[in-house]
């Protein structure tokens, strides 16, 4: 059974770059066809996708985010990281990494194949 889980800092002050992990186990980043997912839920909101990266390591990203998120992985971990720059408290939100045999964007839970617990991150000064 694949496994996710986030990682990172809880508190982050505004106009700081954010860095999560998403450590991946019982199965690879790199199996044919998955893509692995970050998606955030702000307070009081519903679901919002932002992002991608396959298993071949090709990027995909929300535009309504405006260039501000970074995916990499590494491989040698099986795990992948969601980078958003220029924080602001509008960024304070539960953030997940999913996995699903798609690279579309979605902000249905039920699309995704495996997810993960979620990671609190607060903006704030």
């Known amino acids: 059974q694949v496994q996710l889980q986030e990682s990172g800092p809880g508190l982050v002050k505004p106009s700081q770059t954010l860095s999560l992990t998403c450590t991946v186990s019982?199965?690879?980043?790199?199996?044919?066809?998955?893509?692995w997912h970050w998606v955030r839920q702000p307070p009081g909101k519903g679901l919002e996708w932002m992002g991608a990266?396959?298993?071949?390591?090709?990027?995909f990203d929300n535009a309504s985010l405006k260039s501000r998120t970074s995916i990499s992985r590494d491989t040698s971990k099986n795990q992948f990281t969601l980078q958003l720059n220029s924080v602001t408290p509008e960024d304070t939100a539960v953030y997940f990494c999913?996995?699903?045999?798609?690279?579309?964007?979605?902000?249905?839970?039920?699309?995704?194949?495996?997810w993960g617990q979620g990671t609190q991150v607060t903006v704030s000064s």
């Open positions: 999913a996995s699903r045999k798609s690279g579309a964007g979605s902000s249905n839970r039920g699309d995704y194949d495996y």
């Open positions: 019982g199965g690879s980043i790199t199996t044919y066809y998955y893509f």
């Open positions: 990266i396959s298993w071949r390591g090709s990027t």
